[in-house]
């Protein structure tokens, strides 16, 4: 077991104590059903609600970017890719320039790219 498998587990835990203290929440709180461990763990489901209630925005963001790319690719691709064979170089190195890999920028590389060599 890695040292990754070891946070994921930790983080795990800590998740689970805050559900349990989220469904508990709407039965009279932690602190009735667990005595003195719920008064120690109580109001962390408001936290796991939180984190819950911003997935949403967050994973928009994402999938937005990601959905972008192909978009820039067909959009730019007409003035950027003779400047780039000018230069000698191949289009798909201008998205790393506009996107991250993990935002598009793979994604925009095969689009703009001459082959699929050039993409990798």
């Known amino acids: 077991m890695g040292i990754n498998e070891i946070i994921m587990y930790i983080m795990m835990f800590f998740m689970l104590i805050a559900a349990v203290d989220r469904i508990l929440s709407q039965f009279g709180g932690s602190a009735r059903f667990l005595g003195k461990f719920g008064k ?11 984190g819950f209630m911003a997935m949403g925005a967050l994973g928009l963001a994402m999938v937005g970017m990601t959905a972008l790319a192909p978009v820039l690719a067909h959009v730019l691709g007409p003035v950027i890719i003779p400047v780039y064979e ?34 990798w």
């Open 86 to 119: 000018m230069l000698g170089a191949t289009p798909s190195l201008f998205a790393g320039r506009l996107l991250a890999c993990e935002m598009g920028g793979c994604f925009h590389a095969s689009e703009l790219a001459e082959g699929a060599v050039a993409a």
């Open 40 to 50: 120690s763990i109580e109001g962390s489901g408001g936290q796991f609600e939180e």
